[in-house]
């Protein structure tokens, strides 16, 4: 019904003292012009301008349809981008902390996939330590992650608090060795937590130590300590512990996606994606 041709016309001639310069600016005559706008209005049955020999005016149904007919035509820009790009082809060895991959990644790739679903991801989930192992070692093509501290590699994503979290009703004993489940070292966010409490004097007992966010959150679901995770991830059956206010405050953690030297075209797509969603 609504031709994109006629609308880009229509859009043109809107922003347009005369048919004549809607014409020019198009690079089409100006019976061409006249045609498709006349075919405009026969298709909504509405009459879009007041027009002379002197003015040219939208009427109240032609200042309405402007608003669908730029919104129309922008979506047709982007797919028209979309489908005159050459297709990217290939394979990206991608590298996650399993946060990241419990939390907002999963978006992510699903909006790289329906752009470009001829690249083949090979996923990695691990600590952040051993992703920039992997990367030094030309066995990732780029991962996201946390920065290391005085490593200054990388593109930052965002930055993103990090919370103390516990089984509902489990109270911080102000004496006693706070009970604490991490991440096995090296760890960013082990070493952020274990710094903030070394710097407040509290003494701290490791009750568990877990590969994973996941396995932290099972730990302290079961009761056995207190852990420390980004703000981002579910809380489901954990809270601030009671008392948590004798608890240090502990300092934001930065995300950053990192690529190997000499990226190539799926490995640069991938991370422009990543950029614009800042995974928040």
């Not at 040219?56 to 979506?75: F, M, N, Y």
């Not at 992997?134 to 993103?160: A, C, F, P, S, Y």
């Not at 710097?199 to 701290?204: E, H, K, L, V």
């Not at 405050?249 to 969603?277: D, H, N, Q």
């Amino acid at each position: 019904m609504l031709n994109p041709l006629w609308l880009k016309t229509f859009a043109a001639a809107a922003g347009a003292p005369s048919f004549t310069e809607a014409a020019r600016r198009l690079g089409l005559t100006q019976p061409t012009v006249s045609e498709h706008i006349r075919q405009l209005e026969q298709a909504v049955n509405r009459r879009l301008f007041q027009r002379d020999t002197h003015s040219l005016a939208l009427t109240s149904d032609g200042r309405s349809l402007l608003v669908h007919a730029e919104i129309i035509l922008t979506a047709h820009e982007k797919a028209e981008r979309l489908f005159d790009a050459p297709r990217l082809r290939g394979r990206i060895r991608l590298g996650t902390s399993d946060d990241l991959a419990m939390g907002p990644l999963p978006d992510v790739l699903a909006a790289f996939r329906l752009a470009h679903p001829e690249v083949e991801l090979d996923l990695t989930i691990g600590v952040t330590s051993d992703l920039y192992k992997l990367l030094d070692d030309n066995r990732l093509d780029v991962m996201i992650g946390k920065r290391r501290r005085g490593d200054r590699r990388g593109q930052t994503l965002h930055k993103e608090a990090l919370l103390w979290r516990a089984k509902e009703g489990l109270r911080v004993v102000p004496d006693e060795p706070l009970p604490l489940i991490l991440l096995r070292e090296p760890s960013v966010t082990r070493t952020l937590a274990l710094d903030a409490l070394a710097r407040a004097g509290r003494s701290w007992q490791i009750v568990c130590t877990s590969t994973s966010y996941a396995g932290c959150q099972a730990a302290a679901r079961a009761g056995l300590g207190i852990t420390v995770q980004p703000s981002h991830l579910s809380t489901a059956g954990l809270s601030a512990p009671a008392g948590a206010a004798n608890l240090p405050a502990l300092p934001p953690v930065e995300f950053i996606v990192i690529s190997a030297p000499a990226p190539g075209k799926p490995t640069r797509a991938l991370t422009e994606i990543l950029m614009r969603s800042t995974l928040t």
